[in-house]
């Protein structure tokens, strides 16, 4: 068998109003569209997964919340209703999808080789969260690549930024260690959004984007400068600057899938491509990649 490998990483944010816009038909909701160029951002990543060719596709979600450790889908077919608690008018998703339990398991296993708190989950009637699927939804919608599904300890929560991130890049470097042996190519997800100021209520129409705007003008300087830094190809200054990003833009990205995807790939110095940036309620999301294998 030979080695595996990350093919690319993904910032791949999960608004579920990216969902509720594209009409598809296990959303229950309608939409007259919205947020455009951020779905045709998507688009272009779906392009590239194509052209990849991915055996799995994994997904760190914030919205999956595990108090005590980290844990991973596995139970080999999951399906049911996911419904986003925030936005129950936009995102009530009939899901359906296949998990790759022995890459999870890998994983988990590797994660706890590395000293941390790591654990499978097996309930089979597990509500899978909406940044899982939304983030799955809008890179591939065939729902045909076996996923690895893996929670938010939220460990930059509740220790230091810096013990937090550690904890993510450790996670990170268990799941480069599982791809590697266990031969197959794989894509990672990190499902994040950037600056994450948002306003306090919906227009009457969701989709109204003559309301769509970044709700902070700090909040998208920084994600400016992020992106600027991360096409560069200067992840090391993206994270020494991430502890004020986090504070300063509020960014999702301290529930850690960011540091994580990062780890995994080894800190690529290749640039990172920006398959667009828009704003979700006054969030700051970008569609991102970075392309380690040809
Ligand atoms: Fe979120």
């Known amino acids: 068998?030979?080695?595996?490998?990350?093919?690319?990483?993904?910032?791949?944010?999960?608004?579920p109003h990216l969902v509720y816009?594209?009409?598809?038909p296990q959303n229950e909701p309608r939409s007259e569209g919205g947020w455009e160029p951020l779905?045709?951002?998507?688009?272009?990543?779906?392009?590239?997964?194509?052209?990849?060719?991915?055996?799995?596709?994994?997904?760190h979600s914030p919205h999956w919340i595990t108090t005590v450790g980290?844990?991973?889908?596995?139970?080999?077919?999951?399906?049911?209703?996911?419904v986003d608690p925030i936005f129950p008018n936009l995102f009530r998703f009939a899901f359906d999808l296949n998990v790759d339990v022995d890459l999870a398991e890998a994983c988990c296993g590797e994660a706890q080789a590395l000293g941390l708190t790591a654990k499978m989950m097996r309930n089979p009637n597990f509500r899978v969260d909406y940044g899982t699927i939304t983030t799955l939804h809008m890179v591939r919608p065939q729902w045909d690549i076996p996923v690895v599904?893996?929670?938010a300890n939220n460990s930059p929560y509740y220790l230091t930024l810096d013990e937090g991130v550690e904890e993510m890049e450790r996670l990170g470097e268990a799941t480069r260690r599982a791809i590697e042996k266990s031969g197959k190519r794989a894509v990672l997800l990190a499902s994040n959004t950037f600056s994450h100021y948002h306003f306090h209520e919906e227009p009457e129409i969701p989709e109204?984007?003559?309301?769509?705007?970044?709700q902070s003008y700090k909040g998208y300087k920084w994600d400016m400068r992020m992106i600027e830094l991360?096409?560069?190809?200067?992840?090391?200054?993206?994270?020494?600057?991430?502890?004020?990003?986090?504070?300063?833009a509020f960014a999702e990205v301290k529930s850690g899938a960011f540091p994580w995807m990062i780890s995994a790939?080894?800190?690529?110095?290749?640039?990172a491509e920006l398959h667009g940036y828009g704003t979700v309620i006054g969030t700051g999301n970008a569609v991102m990649e970075w392309r380690l294998a040809a």
């Open 149 to 151: 599904g893996i929670s």
């Open 39 to 59: 779905r045709w951002a998507y688009e272009k990543a779906r392009k590239s997964i194509e052209e990849l060719k991915p055996d799995v596709l994994l997904v």
């Open 265 to 271: 790939m080894e800190y690529p110095t290749t640039p």
């Open 1 to 15: 068998m030979s080695q595996g490998k990350i093919l690319a990483g993904f910032v791949a944010p999960h608004p």
């Open 230 to 248: 991360m096409r560069r190809g200067e992840i090391r200054e993206v994270m020494r600057l991430f502890p004020e990003w986090v504070e300063e």
């Open 70 to 82: 980290h844990h991973f889908l596995g139970v080999e077919r999951l399906s049911g209703k996911s």
């Open 208 to 214: 109204d984007m003559s309301r769509e705007h970044p």
């Open 21 to 24: 816009a594209e009409n598809p």
